[in-house]
C-alpha cells in the first residue's frame, strides 16, 4: 500500500519548493500515513538549533489539504455516467430543479468539478504523448505514436464544448437563481481558456513531431480551434481576450482567478491548533503540586521539631521555598521534554468545506536532531560521500527532522462526496520558503582568472549549495511498509536553481 503514496517535489518560485504528496484511500475503516522528511543543511548555512525556531520553520510553511481531482480520460466526460457533465444533465431533468436550493449548490459544484477535473485530465494527456515520445526508440515513427493521441485532444474537447454549451439556452432563464448562471458562464470562460492554451501548446507537438502529410491538417485544426475558442469568449462578452499592444494584465488576472475558481470545489476546511495542550496543563501542574508538597512537608516538621515564630523556622521556610521553586522548574522542564518527545507540535482537523464533518487529522512535528538520532537506512539514502565532509569541516551537517502522520477516514469520504465522481484520495500541498537558508551564503556569480596561451583570460562561475531532502514513507494502517526518496535543493543566494530528483 505504502507505493500508494505519490510524491512530486517541484520550485513553486525562486524562493518556494512545492511538496505534493497523493494519499490514496484504501477500502478500510480509516486510513494512515507518516511522513519523516530530513533536511541535511550545509553549516555553511548557519540555520541551526539556536537561530532557527520551530515558530520559524512553521512561519516558513504552508499546507494545503485538498480532494485529489477524479481521475477520467478524456473520453470519459462524455461517455461516463460518473461525469460532471451527465450529473449536470440528471439535475436539469428533475421536475422544479431551479427552486430547489440543493440542486443549486449541486450544479454549483459539478460545474467547477468539470473545469478542475477537465484541465488535470488535459495534463495527462500530454503527459502520456511527451512519456511515449520519451520511450520511442530511434528508428521508431514517432508520428504513429501520438497521431491519435492529437486527434483523441481535438475529437474529444469538441464534444465537451459542445455538451456543457448546450445547456446555456437551459440556465439562461429568468427562474434559473442568478448565482447559478454566474457559475455556469465562469466555467464556460475557464474551459474556453483552458482549451486555447491547451492547443498551444499541442501546436508545438505537432509542429515538432507529426508527420509532414498529416501536419497541416493538424496545424489547422488547432489554429481554428484557438479561433474558435476566441470567437466564442468576445461574443459572451468574457473580457479573457489576449490583445496586441496591450499589457494584457486583465487577461491574465482573470486567468487566475478562474483556475482558483475551479480549484475551490477540490480544498478542504483545516483548523490548527496546538497539539496536548490539555496534557501539557495538566503535567504542569503536577509540577506544581510536587513543589508544593516538598515545601509544605519541610515547613511541618521544622515547625514540629522547633515550634513557631522561631529563627530554625525562617530559615526551613526560606529554604523550602527556594526549592519549591527549583523543584516546579526542573519539573516543568522535564515534562516539557517529555512531552516534546511524545506529541506533535500541531494538530490540523480536516474537514468538509462546511465545516461540518471532520475527514480527517494531520499531526505535525518539527526538531534538529544529532546524527546519531538519523535511522541508518536516512543516512544511507543521503549517502554522504568525502567531499561532503570537507565541505562541512568534517563536523557533518545540521539534521532537520519534519513528521506529518496523516489519518484520514475513508467511510467518512464515502458518505459526504455522493453527488460528485467518486474521490480516490487527498493530496497534501506542502510550500516551504527557503529565503532562510540564503543568508550566509556568498555572490551567486563570482570571477574566475586562469592562463590560456601565455594570456590571462577570466570567466564567471557560479556559487550554489546544496540542500540533501531524505522523505521516509511508512504506512502504520492498514498495512505496513516503508519507501525513502531523495530530493536535492540546488541553491544560490538568488534563491532555487533547480530541484534534482536522485534515484535511491
Known sequence: MIETIQQAVKPHDKYQIEIKLDYELVEAKHTQYKITTYFFVPQSLGVAKNNYSKADFY???????????PNFILRDFTENSASPLNAIEKIIAVENWANNPISKKRLIDNF???????????REHFNLIEQRIAEATPDSKIHLIIHNLIEEFLIESQKITNQYRSFYSVFNLPNVDIQVFIAYK????????????????????????????????????LNTLVKAETKHRRSHGYPSILKEDSDNEEYTFR????????????????????????????????????????ATVVAFYFQWQYGNFTFAFFVALV???MFKDRIKELSRALFARYLENKLYDRRIVIKTQDGHHKLGILKEKVSFIPEDAVPGRVLRTRNRDPFTELDNDGQGENIIRYTKEVILHTDTFKKNFTDVPEITGVNDIIRYDIRAYLNKMAEPIQERFYLQDEQ???MMCHKVYHINIVSRY????????????RTRLV????GIKRVEHISV
Open 59 to 69: 512561519r516558513d510553511i504552508q499546507n494545503y489539504i485538498r480532494l485529489k481531482t
Open 112 to 122: 467547477k468539478f468539470l473545469s478542475a477535473m477537465l484541465k488535470s485530465s488535459i
Open 186 to 221: 465562469f466555467t464556460d470562460e475557464s474551459i474556453s481558456l483552458l482549451l486555447e492554451e491547451s492547443a498551444v501548446e499541442m501546436f508545438q507537438i505537432v509542429e515538432d513531431y507529426s508527420k509532414k502529410s498529416n501536419r497541416g491538417d493538424f496545424k489547422q485544426q
Open 255 to 294: 486567468t487566475s482567478v478562474l483556475k482558483k475558481y475551479a480549484a475551490s470545489v477540490l480544498y478542504l476546511s483545516t483548523a490548527v491548533r496546538r497539539e496536548g495542550t490539555g496534557l501539557e496543563q495538566l503535567l504542569f501542574a503536577i509540577a506544581a503540586g510536587v513543589s508544593m508538597i516538598f
Open 319 to 321: 529554604i523550602g521555598y
Open 456 to 458: 590571462l583570460q577570466s
Open 474 to 485: 511508512a504506512s502504520p494502517y492498514p498495512e505496513k511498509g516503508k519507501l525513502y526518496k
Open 491 to 494: 541553491l544560490n543566494r538568488e
